[in-house]
């Protein structure tokens, strides 16, 4: 089989581990006999000086013919006084919503040689966290109407969280057909008590329930989630939440794993195609200096096996080679602790590479 991937390295640490990422899976491919076309194509700051846009026109179209993007990062200081809608950032919105992305899925895993990393006890902590946040992207408060105002005692500005019944049914299936082939739980997030927007959320969740008998659901208002998660991570399986909870919940399950430079997502819309990039950001501190981490990447790269080629073998033997490789105490920076072998960018990718092909 052939499949286009369009890839998009972005700025600061992107371009670094990007490439990482972009040669386990040629690995992969020569193991499993699958042939990868990869186009490189500009996003974020490093397209701004190019062509004074943050996504262009052709970077758009090349991805929306392919059959999956994988992004590294955007960003830098270089570009942030520019205004909003130019700024490397935008891009990254207007890529989702020009390629009808609205699910966003966050795996948050704790590794069992990366246990130390975490800032929870390890009573905590248990036998391992392995959580899925499944985020709606393209709706709620962040694209609501917004707007400001004067009043008599001055300026004041509101934003407004809308949900369609269309949007919440999308963006529950994607959560209970992630649950089917993970532990069956799907935990709905809301703010049902205060907010109609959340009614009408969990009533949709709710009624998609029942397609998915098989998968166990509970709803959770978001302040107890927040905490339960650091209360009992152990206890979720698959959480949806609407955009706004879902930025900052899935920033909080990263944090409980320990590194940022070891966090997956995957962008999902309708169709197989998908947008699969590290959680972490262009990293402009350690830009350029081998340092960077780039595992978050690679897993990336298996999630668009998983998600959007369906080639579920080779993507958990990413996985696989990954945990492998962390076991035998290799370390990148970020995750270094007393007696890990610190290992650059380039040398965790040849190693995780080295792992796949049984060398
Ligand atoms: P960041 O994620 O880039 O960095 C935060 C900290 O984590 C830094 O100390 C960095 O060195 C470290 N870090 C991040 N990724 C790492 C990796 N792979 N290996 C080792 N260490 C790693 O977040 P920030 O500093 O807040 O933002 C920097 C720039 O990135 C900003 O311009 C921001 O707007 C942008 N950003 C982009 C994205 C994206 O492209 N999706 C996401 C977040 C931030």
């Known amino acids: 089989m052939r499949y286009r991937i369009t890839v998009l390295p972005g700025d600061g640490i992107g371009p670094e581990v990007t490439e990482q990422a972009v040669e386990v899976l040629k690995t992969v491919g020569s193991k499993y006999g699958y042939e990868f076309d990869f186009n490189e194509e500009l996003i ?3 397209a701004i000086d190019a062509c004074g846009d943050p996504l262009p026109e052709n970077t758009l179209q090349a991805c929306k013919k392919s059959d999956a993007v994988l992004l590294g990062a955007v960003g830098g200081a270089k570009w942030d006084l520019l205004p909003g809608d130019k700024r490397p950032e935008a891009g990254l919105l207007r890529i989702r919503a020009g390629l009808g992305l609205y699910a966003n899925l966050r795996p948050a895993v704790i590794y069992p040689a990366l246990q130390d990393a975490s800032p929870l006890k390890k009573e905590v902590v248990g036998t391992g966290i392995d959580i899925m946040v499944v985020r709606e992207l393209t709706g709620g408060m962040y694209f609501g109407k917004k707007g400001r105002f004067q009043t008599e005692a ?3 500005a509101f934003d ?20 089917q082939k993970r532990r069956s739980k799907v935990t709905s997030v809301d703010k049902a008590n205060v907010l109609e927007s959340s009614r009408l959320w969990r009533e949709v969740v709710q009624k998609v329930a029942g397609e998915y008998p098989e998968v166990e ?24 939440t609407a955009n706004m909870f879902g930025d900052i919940l899935s920033d909080e399950a990263s944090m409980i794993t320990g590194s940022i430079g070891m966090l997956p997502s995957a962008s999902l819309g309708k169709g197989t195609l998908g947008l699969y990039e590290p959680v972490h950001g262009s990293a402009p501190d350690i830009a350029g200096q081998d ?3 780039p595992i978050a990447a690679i897993l990336s790269a298996g999630m668009l096996l998983k998600y959007s080629l369906g080639l579920d073998a080779a993507a958990k033997d990413i996985e696989n080679a990954v945990e492998a490789v962390l076991d035998k105490g290799y370390r990148t920076g970020d995750i270094a602790s007393e007696g890990s072998r610190i290992v650059g960018t380039k040398e965790m990718g040849k190693l995780i590479r080295d792992q796949l092909a049984g060398k």
Do not use: W
């Open 44 to 46: 974020g700051g490093c």
């Open 160 to 179: 407004t969280e809308t949900y369609s019944t269309a949007e919440v049914e999308r963006i529950a299936r994607i959560a209970f057909e992630a649950a």
């Open 154 to 156: 001055g300026e004041a």
């Open 291 to 293: 340092k960077a981490n």
């Open 217 to 240: 659901l509970n709803h959770m208002y978001v302040d107890n989630a927040a905490m339960q998660l650091v209360r009992n991570p152990a206890q979720f399986d698959v959480i949806v």
